[in-house]
């Protein structure tokens, strides 16, 4: 929790740095050359509190709250377009201010005033706050996508108040600076009220490049500062090594790990009557943590059917547990569609608010958790692999509990397609990337603009790993969206396979596309979700595999230009 609290506070630290920021700095230099304790303090600690807030509840709250902040927002502006008109004119100033005073909040009064109201200052820090709507580099994705993840709790919101209290931190000091540097100003120059009026003038532009969208995007764009390398750096050095894996060896004694949490927290079951921890005493139970879009949870399904089909005869039940990663995973339909389509008979508890998920302390997709007849967790592995050792695992576990005369053997499927098992190690591997803003990493198209339709134009050549949107999308936090046909998304890669989450618009209506690869037709290398000229359709929303190399791995430019809009693009993996 320490090392989240110091990441989150000097990524606050770092927003200052970020273009995204400069509209809000003429608000909070309005107030320069007044008392910091009774004008600034009170501004920035509003500003830091109210962004905390809007934050938690854009990640926990969903799109509810995503829209009320909206129309905040819009009374933000309104607010502060009309300090800028008190700053432009003492006679406007006067005449506004008028019936705020009768209503006991005065917005502002004149520059050479020291009797500013806290609760005033306050008020303009609250309408800035529901402004500030900094660039998501890597360190507030990853608070935010945790607190999508985990709920609502003190954590989330001590950490997004964190993150704020390092923006007001640098925010405050460059407050200080330009306090000295127009007091400078009024005593040298006789400047006072130019100042005010230029910071008036500055005001109103910021209120205007917020209304829009500059913020987040022309300004994001065209700035030469970037923050996103050093928050990776940052994060790199802070996030914890992944936890060694346990390796289970034939006839050693397994560690009693726990006792299997309850099963009640699914919201729905699949293929079964819901299933308690009592009623599978008596049994061996597999349990499988899943979501349908996850590749490596694909690749790892083969294997969990065939233990499913060996051994459901001699005790061993298998759970999957589908903790979904995105909001359409949620969706009990595509759920149910994906199972059949996987060919999952074995049932699936459908752990949407992550009940299960959180009592096992899981963290990982896909994880398994091997439990013996008397209730008790024995062994776990994370992620693909191990397949051998685990099917161990489960014949130790039916032995301990009575069962004799196994089938012999190893289970050994043979997958296709997405289910086929990843090529060789490859330390040059493409990492996982999301399209979303939330997660996005090494996006090579200018800054992203947040939840708002824009134009992309991808680099004419990509580095490893880079990839870019272009033609007009709107980038929300977990996908973009095209809206007009005709878009595209490039990325250079490594690896054998390439995999993307994809979805057809909110109408449902298919989305045909084509692929490249370094500006050819894909041939004996397409994916088994296009053909061999590159052409596919987005019928719902899974993981489409659209490359799959013939000959190894290797570095490729991949194109694929959707013909029709609305599509939904969500992930990359490779493989």
């Known amino acids: ?64 709250a995503i829209r009320a902040n ?7 502006l309104a607010v502060l377009a009309v300090l800028g008109l008190t700053l432009l004119s003492e006679r406007v100033a006067e005449w506004i201010s008028r019936p705020f005073v009768a209503l006991g909040n005065k917005l ?11 609760l005033s200052a306050a008020g303009l820090g609250v309408a800035t706050g529901l402004l500030w709507a ?11 996508t945790g607190a999508a993840l985990n709920g609502a709790s003190v954590q989330t919101t001590v950490l997004l108040l964190t993150y704020a209290g390092g923006a007001a931190t640098s925010l405050a000091l460059a407050l200080a600076i330009g306090g000295k540097v127009f007091a400078l100003m009024k ?75 309850p099963l009640d927290g699914a919201t729905q079951w699949l293929n079964s009557p819901p299933l308690t921890a ?19 949870c694909i690749r790892t399904l083969p294997y969990v059917r065939g233990w499913a089909d060996k051994y459901k005869d001699h005790g061993l039940v298998v759970i999957g547990v589908h903790a979904p990663e995105f909001a359409f995973e949620k969706d009990p339909h595509n759920v149910t569609h994906a199972v059949k389509d996987l060919g999952v008979d074995y049932p699936v508890a459908l752990d949407n608010n992550y009940v299960i998920w959180k009592s096992f302390g899981n963290e990982y997709w ?6 013996d007849a008397k209730g008790r967790i024995r062994h776990h592995h994370f992620g693909e692999g191990a397949y051998a050792e685990s099917e161990d695992v489960i014949r130790q576990l039916l032995t301990e509990a009575g069962q004799k005369n196994l089938p012999a053997g190893y289970v050994q499927p043979n997958a296709k397609g997405a289910e086929a098992a990843a090529g060789e190690h490859d330390d040059k591997l493409s990492p996982e990337t999301y399209v979303g803003y939330a997660r996005a990493e090494s996006f090579a198209g200018g800054q992203m603009t947040h939840d708002n339709s824009s134009t992309y134009r991808a680099p004419q050549t990509l580095t490893a790993n880079q990839w870019a949107l272009d033609g007009h999308w709107t980038v929300g936090e977990e996908n973009a969206r095209l809206d007009d046909a005709g878009g595209r998304i490039a990325y250079r890669f490594h690896g054998r396979d390439l995999h993307l989450v994809l979805g057809p ?26 053909d061999a000229d590159g052409n596919g359709t987005v019928t719902v929303q899974r993981l489409y595999q659209l490359v799959r190399q013939a000959n190894g791995s290797g570095e490729h430019t991949f194109e694929i230009t959707f013909l029709d809009a609305g599509v939904q693009a969500y992930a990359f993996t490779f493989g």
């Open 1 to 64: 929790m320490l090392l989240l609290l110091i990441l989150a506070y000097f990524g606050g630290v770092l927003t200052i740095l970020s273009p995204c920021i400069l509209p809000v700095l003429p608000f909070v230099f309005a107030r320069a050359d007044r008392p910091f304790a009774r004008n600034g303090l009170p501004m920035l600690v509003g500003m830091a509190l109210t962004f905390a807030v809007v934050a938690t509840l854009a990640a926990v709250g969903g799109g509810w």
């Open 70 to 76: 909206q129309y905040g927002r819009l009374l933000a």
């Open 108 to 118: 502002t009064q004149q520059s050479d005033s020291h009797d500013d109201s806290v």
């Open 134 to 144: 900094p660039c998501a580099g890597p360190i507030l994705g990853l608070l935010l």
């Open 187 to 261: 005593r040298s120059l006789g400047a006072g009220e130019w100042v005010r009026r230029a910071l008036g003038a500055l005001v109103l532009a910021g209120v205007a490049a917020i209304a829009l969208g500059l913020d987040t995007g022309l300004l994001t764009r065209v700035s030469l500062a970037s923050t996103g390398g050093i928050e990776q750096r940052l994060i790199e050095v802070a996030r914890p090594a992944s936890p060694a894996q346990p390796v289970a060896k034939v006839g050693e004694p397994l560690s009693i790990e726990g006792e299997l949490p």
């Open 278 to 296: 009592q009623s599978l005493r008596g049994k061996v139970v597999l349990i499988d943590f899943w979501t349908y879009s996850c590749i490596n």
């Open 366 to 371: 896909p994880a398994h958790y091997f439990v």
């Open 505 to 530: 618009g909110p109408d449902g209506k298919p989305v045909r596309f084509r692929v490249l690869i370094d500006g050819k037709v894909p041939g004996p290398d397409h994916g088994m979700d296009i």
